[in-house]
């Protein structure tokens, strides 16, 4: 157990949908990533997130968009959804000053 | 274009024998390296990592070694344990720049041991 949560685990929805999934990090971690793993493009990042407030940006669509509350939890929000959304995605977090990343179990999204 | 590459998609060693996973890389900004091990359905697991200030980092059965000229780094299992089999995956980071901690992972390898 990494100490990362992620809910939800699966969520099956249709196209055109928007979901939120939701992530945890360690305690006492500042910074949240987000990351997707689909079939035919490995794990790949899309938001870093560190105190509130958002520090990088990979290859994330526009439908998509995330936040960080002051209680450090995270969402990401997906939007107008398409097939080619459904893939795994992974919430990691890091502690201050250190760059080993922790990830979470992941929330498997399913569009139909 | 693939940052960090695992050229082998997958290794079969023998229970109690050395496992060896490769890792290439062409970005020269990048400063730390790790491992992660992950089972189907669940997240990355966390296995060792290396700073680019080092060639080598050991902890119990996993070691990593580094060669920044070739920019290569290896994975070394001994012994390999039946646990052990799983998608092995390489990541690397520019973390000391502000703004690039995030990871570019490679394809990974799946390794499996055999009893």
């Known amino acids: 157990d990494s100490g990362v949560t992620q809910t939800p685990k699966h969520l099956i929805t249709a196209t055109g949908q928007r979901v939120t999934l939701r992530c945890s990090p360690r305690?006492?971690?500042?910074?949240v990533y987000w990351y997707q793993q689909s079939l035919d493009q490995g794990l790949q990042f899309l938001i870093q997130?560190?105190?509130?407030?958002?520090?990088a940006k990979g290859n994330i669509l526009e439908r998509f968009s995330a936040q960080q509350f002051p209680d450090l939890h995270s969402e990401l929000n997906l939007s107008s959804l398409e097939l080619g959304d459904s893939a795994l995605y992974f919430c990691?977090?890091?502690?201050?000053?250190?760059?080993?990343?922790?990830f979470g179990p992941g929330t498997r999204l399913l569009v139909l | 274009d693939q940052q960090v590459k695992q050229n082998s998609p997958s290794l079969s060693v023998q229970e109690g024998r050395i496992s060896i996973l490769n890792c290439d890389y062409t970005?020269?900004?990048?400063?730390?390296f790790l491992w992660y091990k992950k089972y189907p359905a669940e997240g990355p697991t966390f296995l060792i990592s290396?700073?680019?200030?080092?060639d080598k980092n050991e902890d119990g059965r996993f070691t990593v070694f580094l060669n920044k000229s070739a920019k290569h780094l290896s994975l070394h299992i001994v012994p390999s344990q039946p646990g052990d089999s799983a998608v092995y995956f390489c990541?690397?980071?520019?973390?000391?720049?502000?703004?690039?901690?995030?990871?570019?992972f490679g394809t990974g390898t799946r390794l499996t041991i055999i009893p």
């Open positions: 990691a977090s890091s502690p201050p000053e250190k760059e080993t990343q922790y």
């Open positions: 305690s006492g971690d500042l910074s």
């Open positions: 997130y560190y105190n509130g407030e958002e520090r």
């Open positions: 970005n020269s900004m990048f400063d730390y």
């Open positions: 290396i700073s680019s200030i080092k």
């Open positions: 990541a690397a980071s520019a973390g000391t720049n502000f703004g690039n901690e995030k990871l570019t």
